[in-house]
């Protein structure tokens, strides 16, 4: 069974701060890993992923994420919050199967303060 | 393009009512998901759809929980007898062919009020 455990449901940064959401994941195979970031009232959109390439995975919104097998994590980064970032962002998982089951995390709900 | 339209955006429904939540993929894509997402979690997995044949529902809760494709486009979960339990967002994503890892693209979901 594949899981991801986000770290902190709320996460608060200044504007121009450095943005660090957790994630570590869990799973039998080697996993693919995502990011999504959800808007209110909107979709998901995903932010990035992982699928055994390069380690250090660059998304959008100047958003990326390390794979880090030993630690089993893929915590998400960005050098410097700006206030449209705040949003919430969910882990998720999946593994080569012929179609993607993804597993999602709980979610960490990040505010930017001005 | 068009992304993944879902409709209603909202519904209200009493305890024991049956509804219909439609999904409209994007054009062209092969494969369409339906998730479950209720407050302060994360959306769980409910069916999976490869063309019109469910190939994967090990995510639909009970029997009162189900879901067509029968054209192999538009989508609908179907949930009757429903319980204030079912009140959640109901996301529907579809991914195009020969994509077994490759993106998801969700809509914007609807959100399923039981009173």
């Known amino acids: 069974a594949q899981s991801v455990t986000q770290l902190g449901s709320h996460v608060s940064v200044s504007e121009g701060a450095l943005v660090l959401l957790r994630c570590n994941y869990s799973?039998?195979?080697?996993?693919?890993l995502f990011w999504y970031v959800q808007y209110p009232n909107q979709g998901l959109q995903l932010l990035l992923k992982?699928?055994?390439?390069?380690?250090l995975v660059k998304g959008i919104n100047g958003f990326e994420a390390e794979f880090k097998k030993s630690e089993t994590s893929f915590h998400l980064t960005k050098p410097s919050a700006h206030m449209s970032d705040a949003a919430e962002y969910f882990c998720?998982?999946?593994?080569?199967?012929?179609?993607?089951?993804?597993?999602f995390g709980i979610g960490t709900k990040l505010q930017v303060i001005p | 393009g068009a992304g993944v339209s879902q409709t209603p955006s909202n519904k209200v429904t009493e305890k024991g009512k049956y509804v219909e939540l439609r999904c409209d993929p994007i054009?062209?894509?092969?494969?369409l998901y339906w998730y479950r997402q209720s407050l302060g979690q994360g959306p769980e997995f409910l069916i999976y759809?490869?063309?019109?044949?469910?190939?994967?529902d090990s995510g639909l809760p009970n029997d009162r929980f189900f879901a067509v494709r029968p054209e192999g486009s538009v989508s609908t979960l179907k949930i009757q007898r429903t319980e204030r339990g079912d009140s959640a967002v109901y996301l529907c994503?579809?991914?195009?062919?020969?994509?077994?890892?490759?993106?998801?693209?969700f809509g914007p979901g609807t959100r399923l009020t039981v009173l």
């Open positions: 994503a579809s991914s195009p062919p020969g994509a077994g890892t490759d993106t998801q693209y």
């Open positions: 799973s039998s195979v080697p996993p693919y």
């Open positions: 992982y699928t055994s390439a390069a380690t």
């Open positions: 998720a998982v999946s593994v080569l199967g012929g179609y993607q089951k993804v597993t």
């Open positions: 054009s062209g894509h092969t494969a």
């Open positions: 759809f490869q063309g019109t044949g469910a190939a994967d």
